[in-house]
C-alpha cells in the first residue's frame, strides 16, 4: 500500500505547515472553503486538531511525496470519524479510493474498540461520495437540508459508515431502507 499516515503536531513543529495547507487550498464542500489564518489559529487552541477526541496526520505517498490531510474525530466515541483533505494539486486523479481504504485500515488495526467507522460528505461532493461507495462503505443517511451553505439553500448531509465485520469479510452488507411502510 503507497499510502501512509503521518502524526501531524497541530500545536507544534507541523502548525505553520498546517496553517498553509489550510489557508492555500480551497475546500469548496466544507462549511468555511477558504479559511484564513486565524481560523486555523482558533481551532488549533480549541484542540480541534489534536485532543482526547481528535488525531491529525499528514497522508504521505510512496511515489509522490505528501498528498494531503486527515483527521480522526470523535475518538472518545464509539464511533470516529473522518475529515480528508487532498492538496488541490493531488485532487481528481484516483487517489481517494486507496486513501480511504487505508484509514479504514488503520482505525479497525490500531483501535481494537471501534467497530463501525463513519463519514459525513456533502450531497454534491461527487468525489468524495464516489470514493465512499468504490471502498464498500454503506449510505446510512441522508440529512435533507441539513448542511447550510453560506448564502445558499442548504443542501442535503450524506452519512455513509463501514463496519468492522464487513472490513473483516470484504462483504458489504447492507439493510432495507424502507423496513416499515404504511
Ligand atoms: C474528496 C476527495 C478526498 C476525493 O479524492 P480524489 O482522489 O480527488 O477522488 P478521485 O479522483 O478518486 O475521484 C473519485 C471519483 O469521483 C469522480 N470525480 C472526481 N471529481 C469529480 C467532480 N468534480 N465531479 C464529478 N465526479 C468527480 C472521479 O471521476 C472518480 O470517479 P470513478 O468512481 O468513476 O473513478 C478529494 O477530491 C478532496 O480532498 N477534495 C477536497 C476536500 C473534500 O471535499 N473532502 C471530503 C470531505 S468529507
Redesign the pocket.
Known amino acids: 500500500m503507497p499510502i501512509s499516515f503521518t502524526s501531524l503536531d497541530a500545536v507544534g513543529h507541523d502548525r505553520e505547515s498546517l496553517i498553509d495547507f489550510m489557508t492555500r487550498n480551497e ?1 469548496p ?2 462549511g468555511k472553503p477558504q479559511p484564513a489564518r486565524e481560523d486555523i489559529e482558533n481551532a488549533i487552541s480549541e484542540g480541534a486538531y489534536q485532543d482526547e477526541d481528535h488525531q491529525s496526520f499528514w497522508i504521505d505517498h510512496d511515489e509522490i511525496g505528501r498528498v ?1 490531510f486527515f483527521r480522526l474525530e470523535d475518538l472518545s466515541e464509539p464511533t470516529p470519524v473522518f ?4 492538496d488541490g494539486t493531488f ?7 486507496e486513501i480511504l481504504q487505508a484509514a479504514t485500515r488503520h482505525v479497525f488495526t490500531s483501535m481494537p474498540q471501534v467497530d463501525r467507522f463513519e ?3 456533502r450531497e454534491d ?4 461520495r ?2 465512499f461507495l ?1 471502498c464498500g462503505w454503506v449510505k446510512e443517511a441522508h440529512y435533507r437540508e441539513g448542511w447550510p451553505v453560506d448564502g445558499g439553500t442548504p443542501l442535503a448531509s450524506v452519512a455513509y459508515a463501514i463496519l468492522r465485520r464487513d472490513w473483516e469479510t470484504g462483504r458489504t452488507t447492507t439493510f432495507v431502507w424502507e423496513d416499515l411502510v404504511l
Request: without cysteine.
Open positions: 475546500f464542500f466544507h494531503g475529515d480528508l483533505r487532498l485532487r481528481g486523479k484516483g487517489l481517494g479510493m463519514g459525513q460528505t461532493n461527487i468525489a468524495m464516489r470514493t468504490k
